[in-house]
């Protein structure tokens, strides 16, 4: 009888014998395989774990910068201020001073207000002899008014104010009623 383990089979291609022959290669090469495979797999975690603290010191840098800009939002408006209040300071502190003078010092410091505030985007709504916008005047009475047409603001008891193309608050107005 002939021992089948000594010749190779038909189905077998001579590598396949080799390795049959030698199972410690076989073994070796799976070995080498799977330590190659573990190092891959550890360069991999180790970029993982490098992203993902990447993303979380962005994530920390992105909430301070939001809080610094949140607290530190009206530094430049405040700081534009700071005259203003000057001014007032000083007219309140003039003892028994001319009326005039006074009143030409709040005047002045009005003007310098507005100014600021315009730069700031804000803008006055004073709608004298306009028609009635009901998404920026609020009608609080309707008076007679000759010569005037019926829905006309008369007089701005309140001046509105409009932030940026944005109706901060609405005139506070009187309205022409009909004849």
Do not use: C, W
Not at 6 to 13: H, K, L, R, W
Not at 51 to 63: G, P
């Amino acid at each position: 009888m002939h021992n089948s383990s000594d010749s190779p089979s038909p189905n077998e291609t001579p590598e396949s014998a080799a390795q049959a022959a030698a199972p410690g290669g076989e073994l070796e090469a799976l070995k080498a395989k799977v330590a190659e495979l573990e190092a891959g797999n550890k360069e991999l975690r180790d970029t993982v774990l490098r992203e993902k603290a990447e993303l979380e010191n962005q994530r920390r840098r992105l909430h301070r910068d939001l809080e610094h800009a949140r607290r530190f939002a009206n530094e430049k408006l405040l700081n534009d201020l700071l005259p203003v209040y000057d001014s007032l300071e000083r007219g309140l502190a003039v003892e028994g001073g001319d009326v005039h003078a006074v009143r030409e010092g709040l005047s002045l410091t009005l003007k310098e207000l507005l100014r600021i505030a315009g730069n700031n985007g804000l803008v006055q709504v004073d709608p004298v002899d306009q028609p009635l916008d009901p998404e920026r005047h609020h009608a609080v009475s309707m008076v007679e008014a000759p010569g005037k047409a019926p829905g006309t603001v008369v007089t701005v008891l309140q001046k509105g104010y409009v932030l940026n193309d944005r109706l901060l608050r609405p005139a506070l107005v009187a309205v022409a009623k009909d004849d």
